[in-house]
C-alpha cells in the first residue's frame, strides 16, 4: 500500500478503511494484522467494487442481482421499436456485458446461467399479446461465431469458464504477483499451479480458479526449449 501511495500519488485514509476477518481468524491475529496495517475498523459491507462481498454456500442468492440487472435493461427496451441489428448491438454491448466482472471471478450456477441466456433469448425473438414468439434457430447455431454461420452471441456459461481459465493462465504466467503467492501459500504450498487441488473447505474464488484451470489444461502445449525447466 506505501508503494501504491508513493508511485500514485494519493493517501490511503486509515481512519475510512475497513477490514474483513474470516470466522477462524484469532482475536490475536486480528489484532496484530490490525496493527501492521493501521486499519482498526472491523466491516463488511454487502457489496464491493459491484459484486458481493461475502460469497456463501448458496451462489443463487448472492448473484441474484446480475439476473435482475439484465432483466431491468433488457425491460426497458423497446423492441418493438429495433431491427434485429439493433437488437444484436443491445444484446452484446449490454446485456453480456453485465455480468462479465462476476463471471472473471466467481463460477455462476448454471441455473442463473441458463436463465440469463433465456432472457436474451426471448428479447431476441420478442413477443406478441404477451406471448413468446417461437425460436426459428435453435441456440447452439445462434452463439457460434459469424463466419460460421451464427450470429456471435455468447453462452453465459462457456463464457464464465474461458474468463475462469484467462484468470488461471494469469496465475501461471505472473506467479510472482500478489494474488498468486497468497493463493499458492494458501492451496498447493509445496506443488505446481498445473498440479494444484480444491482441497478442503476452498473459497469460492479458489474453487472457480481450479475450474477454469481444468479448462485451461485441455490446450495447454509446454514449450520445451532448452529443457531446463521440463521434468522428464
Not at 118 to 132: L, Q, T
Not at 143 to 169: H, T, V, Y
Not at 177 to 194: G, H, I, N
Request: positive net charge; contains cysteine.
Amino acid at each position: 500500500m506505501n508503494i501504491y501511495c508513493r508511485a500514485s500519488g494519493q493517501q490511503i485514509n486509515m481512519d475510512k478503511s475497513s477490514i474483513h476477518f474470516a470466522k477462524g481468524v484469532s482475536n490475536r491475529t486480528r489484532e496484530e494484522i490490525k496493527n501492521i496495517l493501521n486499519v482498526q475498523n472491523e466491516s463488511l459491507s454487502e457489496k464491493y467494487l459491484g459484486m458481493p462481498s461475502d460469497v456463501g454456500a448458496s451462489t443463487n442468492g448472492a448473484f441474484k442481482y446480475l439476473k435482475d440487472r439484465i432483466w431491468k435493461r433488457i425491460q426497458g427496451w423497446i423492441e418493438n421499436c429495433l431491427s434485429a441489428g439493433g437488437k444484436e448491438v443491445l444484446i452484446k454491448a449490454v446485456a453480456h456485458a453485465i455480468p462479465t466482472y462476476s463471471m472473471s471471478c466467481f463460477k455462476l450456477p448454471r441455473g442463473l446461467c441458463e436463465h440469463i441466456n433465456g432472457i436474451v433469448r426471448s428479447f431476441w425473438w420478442g413477443s406478441k399479446d404477451g406471448k413468446r414468439k417461437p425460436c426459428w434457430v435453435a441456440w447452439d447455431d445462434m452463439i457460434r461465431p459469424k463466419r460460421w454461420g451464427g450470429l456471435g452471441f455468447r453462452d453465459i456459461e462457456l463464457f464464465n469458464l474461458a474468463l475462469l481459465a484467462r484468470q488461471a493462465w494469469q496465475i501461471l504466467n505472473e506467479s510472482a504477483s500478489l494474488s498468486a503467492r497468497v493463493l499458492k501459500a494458501v492451496y498447493y504450498p509445496d506443488r505446481d499451479f498445473l498440479d494444484a487441488e480444491v482441497g478442503s473447505s476452498p473459497s469460492r474464488v479458489w474453487r472457480a480458479i481450479v475450474e477454469g484451470k481444468e479448462v485451461l489444461t485441455q490446450g495447454l502445449i509446454r514449450r520445451i526449449g532448452t529443457g531446463e525447466k521440463t521434468n522428464i
